[in-house]
């Protein structure tokens, strides 16, 4: 299994850090920024947290199924093509991240857990990784909960968590690319990094990991014309 998860941090390296190059945003900054090992380290504890999270969702559902929602809407839900599940668990996803995401913002002791994430002064992919585990087990298990009660299909599980993790990276790299009219419909780095300015007033903007209408729908879009944020992190000290 570690085999696989150094595998995986190797192809994501080779990936990203390519593009991070021909496309650079921050220009000056190097790939082996300050804090990168520490966040090479969250992304492999993030690992095997991801799945405890994960395992507990499944069993939540499980414990939950019999008690809430019927075998045959389960199965509804299960016969749809997988273009549609996945289109779907998009959709539920997102607005379940959406809410916990919210939540971390503004519930103080919640906050404390999420300013780690933060504290990121310099947007790259590795970047999404640097997560407390008390934010990763409630925005997971915000976001997959729900799939799991209503019986979406393994393979578009599987298709949404792969696409899930592929999405936070891209949207925190440090890439100089305009998207168009798209960045209303998808959640793109120009959307993303306004979230993480260092600015109170700001930073709990463009809450949404995947989907913007959310966030336009709820009044908490941000993305000012021919802008950047001049800074990232978190404006007081965070250990």
Known sequence: MFADVVNGFVVLFLIFVPLERLMALAKQQKIFRRLWGLDAFYYFSGYFISRGAIA????????????????????????????????????????????????????????????????????????????HPVDQFLAKFMQLLPLYLMGFSTETLAIFLIFAAAMGMFIHTNIRVKFGALKWVIATPEFHHWHHANEPRICDKNLAAQLPIYDLLFGTCYLPKNKRPSRFGVWYPVP
């Open 56 to 131: 507990v969702c499944m069993v939540t559902a499980l414990w939950l199924s019999g008690h809430t929602i019927s075998s045959e809407f389960q199965a509804a839900i299960a016969s749809q093509s997988l273009a549609c599940q996945l289109l779907e668990a998009i959709v539920l996803a997102d607005f379940g991240y959406y809410i916990a995401h919210r939540l971390l913002h503004t519930v103080p002791w919640l906050w404390e857990f999420h300013s780690i994430h933060h504290s990121v002064q310099e947007m790259d992919w590795l970047a999404s990784v640097r997560v």
